[in-house]
């Protein structure tokens, strides 16, 4: 079967920070991505690995390991509007379909 | 452009009744998707329709069908409602060229089956 591991719950002050987590077993594999979103809003698209190392996209970085089935997003600059759910999620087939873990809320405070 | 949109907004329905989610795109996607979200829970695929003219079963695919009308427009269908089936419903789509993967989703509809 497919699933993915994330935290469910992270807290950070403003001006912080945060790593959120994500491992995963699938039996294919093309790529991670992560998704923001906000109480009562749809997911938005924040970021795309499909190869291992760094994609930087302002304050906002991820980060996959292939061989460790592994991939971090990492929010620096903590700002209030940062406060909301992260999916990780994964590609598994070749018609982009995905697969998503439970969702980690961010909690940023003063 | 609008993006992606989905009518209703709200549903409520009693067990047993029936009815149809709409979703349009207007960015010439290639790809569409229907998931549900329940509490606590990532997005789950029901169904999806990597182009025109074909659909597939997603994780969740029990209780529902769908129809890709045209390259614009997926709508998923609960023939008998179940109080099971409550949950926000979200529809994306996505490209289908280049490297990005990215799904761009509506603003869901929150279904409640009493």
């Known amino acids: 079967g497919q699933s993915l591991e994330q935290p469910s719950e992270v807290t950070a002050v403003e001006g912080a920070i945060v790593q959120i987590n994500c491992t995963y077993q699938t039996s294919g594999f093309y790529g991670l991505s992560w998704y923001q979103q906000h109480d009562g809003g749809a997911p938005t698209f924040l970021s795309y690995n499909a190869l291992d190392g760094l994609e930087e996209t302002g304050r906002f970085s991820s980060f996959l390991s292939r061989s460790d089935s592994y991939g971090y997003l990492l929010l620096q600059e903590l700002q209030m509007k940062d406060s909301a759910s992260y999916f990780c999620?994964?590609?598994?087939?070749?018609?982009?379909?995905?697969?998503f873990g439970k969702g980690t809320k961010l909690s940023v405070k003063p | 452009n609008a993006g992606v949109t989905q009518t209703p907004k709200f549903q409520v329905l009693k067990t047993g009744q029936s009815m149809t989610l709409q979703c349009a795109q207007d960015m010439n996607h290639n790809s569409m998707y229907w998931y549900r979200q329940d509490p606590g829970m990532g997005l789950r695929l029901i169904y999806y329709s990597a182009s025109e003219g074909t659909t597939d079963k997603g994780e969740v695919p029990n209780g529902y069908n769908v129809s890709r009308l045209n390259k614009r427009e997926f709508s998923l269908r609960l023939e008998s409602a179940a109080p099971s089936q409550t949950s926000v419903y979200f529809c994306a789509s996505r490209s289908g060229k280049g490297a990005l993967n990215e799904q761009f989703f509506g603003p869901g509809t929150r279904l409640t089956v009493l």
């Open positions: 999620a994964v590609r598994g087939g070749s018609q982009g379909n995905l697969i």
